[in-house]
């Protein structure tokens, strides 16, 4: 079972509409900045609850909410809860698992949406850095100890749209380190210890 932590509460801005109806055909409309405003209150779970009851609280959720919050996954391995999350519409993930197959790698590819990930301290090696390759979404990555070196240096410098990279406490050499130096180049913040 993951364990949802929010990290941020940010402010919404209201959209357009200014009405949402809790359950279709019932309860009336009331303004949905209160909604928003309510909705970001509750805990995670409760939010999954609420996104439950409707299509439009679920649009609300999904379009003014989460992606605005950033979500905390731990538990044992990604494979188990990706079904459950990958079209959930958070863009900033952190992921803390015990166990990292090469199912949970693969895994990585379906979570399409997401801006910022940090898989710090997972000990995904070269392999994870491929999977991670394939996020062209992300604008920041965090994959300070996961144990990669030239080989996963060459596959995060595929990341052009990055603005942010942390790969601290790796074992990149100097090699590795030409291959990050490409992102850098490309105005990329790149953070090596």
Known sequence: MPV???DTNDEYTPSSSNKVSLVEGSFGAFPSELAVTIISSLQRHDQVSVRSVSRSMKELIDRHVWPKQSCTMKGDSLSSV???IKFLPFRSF???FKRWGSEDLQSLSLLT????LSVRGNQVGNT???ALSQLTGLTTLDVAK???NEVGSEALSKLTGLTYLNVNCNLISHIGRRELEKLSKQGVEVHYY
């Open 94 to 96: 952190t992921l803390k």
């Open 128 to 130: 994870g850095a491929e």
């Open 82 to 84: 990706i079904d459950r």
């Open 4 to 6: 949802f932590a929010s």
């Open 113 to 116: 949406c997401l801006t910022t």
């Open 146 to 148: 996961i144990q990669i």
